[in-house]
């Protein structure tokens, strides 16, 4: 009789139907979910619900109080739907000591996540919700034949914290550009940072030491415009949390110190037809080509959909460089 077969959650595989999570999240101890989505500046909110829960969450049943969001509704139109995508399902790489109430629990509990669009209570997608408006745009170019893929390179600080446990400007080392310990102190925070990430799916390419003091960059690999904005509002989680566990602050503003260089992220964009080609490329010049300029300037006579934002908050410094090979649909 052949065995049943085991179902074991790999982080960067593919996702998973309602009952293989469901399935995961009792084989793994998860006793809480957080239903992630983001506000109009680009602010990580979150709702957290018991195990007891996790079925009506996967259907997208839970609703919160949409006027409390920082530009979503009104108080006579608060309830709002958070309905998941299922593809973004992970369990977040630490885990919570386990419950007096669950003296027979075998380890400790763990906490999952799931990214989520905002819906109004009748069903229609919420237009205030940022990764609605990055899906429409995305929609649009496809509509075209089109993808918009992205490459990150997310930049941050690190500064240490006082006795109070509240962050000050100083930073934890006076390292530059691509330093190694002793100069740069933060070596061990930014390589718990990438195991965390991996654990999470990521495919983390590099990581260093920036030019600034207590300045750092970590690379992860491309993917769709929506993929990189999830895994952007991941990225800055995961980073506070680790720099947190360590004793430091981590912040991504674009100039948290005068006189010193400030953080950006430099975003890579590519935009590929249906056979994988990237039209930003002109291969008989091997230069960038000219639709690709007039996408970047603003000319609508390239046909595209304009680009969209997921969030303020990213204050994303755009670096388009002259593209020198052609990226394939990972």
């Known amino acids: 009789m052949p065995k049943a077969k085991i179902l074991k959650f790999d982080a960067a595989g593919p996702g998973l139907s309602k009952p293989e999570i469901l399935k995961v999240c009792e084989a793994e101890n998860v006793r809480f979910m957080r239903l992630q989505f983001t506000d109009i500046f680009g602010i990580i909110k979150n709702v957290e619900i018991p195990s007891s829960q996790f079925a009506k969450a996967l259907d997208g049943e839970i609703q919160f109080d949409g006027s409390s969001i920082e530009g979503f509704t009104r108080i006579e139109e608060s309830d709002m739907n958070l309905v998941p995508d299922l593809n973004s399902f992970a369990i977040y790489p630490w885990a919570h000591s386990p419950m007096r109430a669950h003296p027979g629990r075998d380890g400790a509990d763990k906490v999952a996540r799931l990214i989520c669009d905002v819906y109004n209570p009748d069903g229609t997608p919420f237009q205030g919700c940022p990764r609605m408006t990055l899906k429409k ?52 925070a930014r390589r718990d940072i990438v195991l965390a990430l991996e654990q999470m799916g990521f495919e983390v390419e590099a990581a260093h030491h920036e030019v600034a003091p207590g300045q750092h960059e970590i690379d992860f690999k491309y993917a769709d415009a929506i993929t990189t904005a999830d895994r952007v509002s991941t990225f800055r989680f995961i980073v506070k949390k680790v720099a947190m566990d360590h004793g430091l602050h981590a912040t991504f503003m674009p100039k948290p110190i005068f006189g010193v260089n400030g953080s950006g992220m430099h975003t890579h964009q590519s935009f590929l037809d249906k056979k994988g080609n990237n039209v930003f490329y002109d291969r008989a010049t091997r230069r960038r080509s000219t639709w690709r300029g007039r996408c970047v300037t603003g000319r609508r006579s390239c046909g595209c959909p304009r680009a969209a934002g997921w969030g303020l908050a990213s204050r994303c410094a755009c670096r388009i460089r002259p593209a020198t090979h052609t990226w394939r649909s990972a």
């Open 137 to 188: 745009q995305m929609d649009k170019a496809s509509a075209l034949g089109y993808v918009l893929v992205t490459g990150p390179e997310a930049e941050f600080f690190l500064f240490r914290r006082d006795a109070n446990g509240d962050p000050i400007v100083d930073t934890h080392d006076e390292g530059a550009y691509f330093d190694l310990t002793p100069v740069d102190r933060g070596e061990e």
